[in-house]
């Protein structure tokens, strides 16, 4: 145990070691730092030139994913890997996985931790900088919503894993012969999707098929129980898309008894 301890200690110095000296290695090429691995980072990654440039990627998640699809892994449609590609699959890119804290831009210097356990800083030298760090989502300041058990966003495979878990768990616990109550069962499959913009629609007819296709069959009981609702603020759903498409979807959900309800604002 303690010769594993040491060669760990060992591991961790070394690595240390080859992250400061290599940020002090004089280049051939122009370095080019792209923080990112989201649409704009990672296309942009495998688009340079690496005979003329030296690209390294910064980003605290090590895969592009193609989030048109996220939806559909929530309910297992599609696998978590059908929708990802690691970062190091672009040849010849130097990645690491980090977050950037602090650009100094005199220095042409980026001052990084490792998005990792340990949280070890280190600095990384540029050239030239591209950001492409994507956005995080705005919760307008409505009370409850962060650090909520029963509050999901849908942005990042770990968002859509934790659905998967929790969509699972309501049907075990509506299941469980400690709920006797139906309208506690109702509650428990009560499922709220907020905005009705183009991930929300996609996830609420992924969830409707996950209801028809699967729940019918496992939980034939509780099936007739569950619910699926959308709010929206505005007066309709899609609402930059066509409004043949809209009358489309308003449709298609009233028919699959998807309740909508537009003009409504989440208060708390």
């Known amino acids: 145990m303690n010769h594993l301890r040491i060669h760990s200690k060992l591991s961790t110095q070394v690595h240390r070691t080859l992250a400061t000296s290599a940020s002090k290695t004089l280049h051939t090429k122009p370095r080019i730092a792209v923080i990112g691995a989201g649409w704009a980072g990672y296309r942009v990654a495998q688009d ?11 980003s605290p998640r090590n895969h592009f994913l193609f989030t048109p699809l996220l939806p559909s892994t929530t309910v297992g449609t599609l696998e978590f890997r059908a929708i990802q590609e690691p970062v190091r699959t672009i040849p010849h890119v130097v990645y690491h996985q980090a977050n950037v804290n602090k650009i100094d831009f005199a220095k042409n210097t980026l001052h990084c931790s490792d998005a990792l356990d340990n949280g070890f800083d280190f600095h990384l030298q540029y050239d030239a900088l591209i950001l492409a760090p994507g ?16 509050v999901f966003f849908l942005k990042q495979l770990s968002h859509s894993r934790a659905i998967r878990n929790k969509l699972l768990e309501c049907f075990e616990r509506a299941s ?10 109702r509650e428990l499959l009560n499922f709220v999707v907020v905005g009705g913009g183009p991930t929300s629609i996609e996830f609420a007819s992924e969830l409707y098929d996950f209801l028809e296709d699967d729940v019918s069959r496992w939980y034939p009981d509780l099936y007739p129980l569950a619910k699926v609702k959308i709010i929206e603020a505005s007066g309709h759903i899609l609402g930059s898309f ?6 489309y979807v308003e449709k298609l ?5 998807i309740e909508v309800l537009t003009g409504t604002v989440v208060q708390k």
């Open 48 to 58: 340079l030139d690496k005979s003329k440039f030296e690209v390294e990627v910064i």
């Open 176 to 185: 469980s012969p400690a709920v006797t109550d139906e309208a506690h069962r």
């Open 253 to 257: 959900f009233k028919k699959r008894n």
């Open 242 to 247: 066509n409004n043949s498409l809209v009358h």
């Open 135 to 150: 956005s995080e989502t705005n919760t307008l300041g409505v009370p409850g919503v962060k650090n909520n058990a029963h």
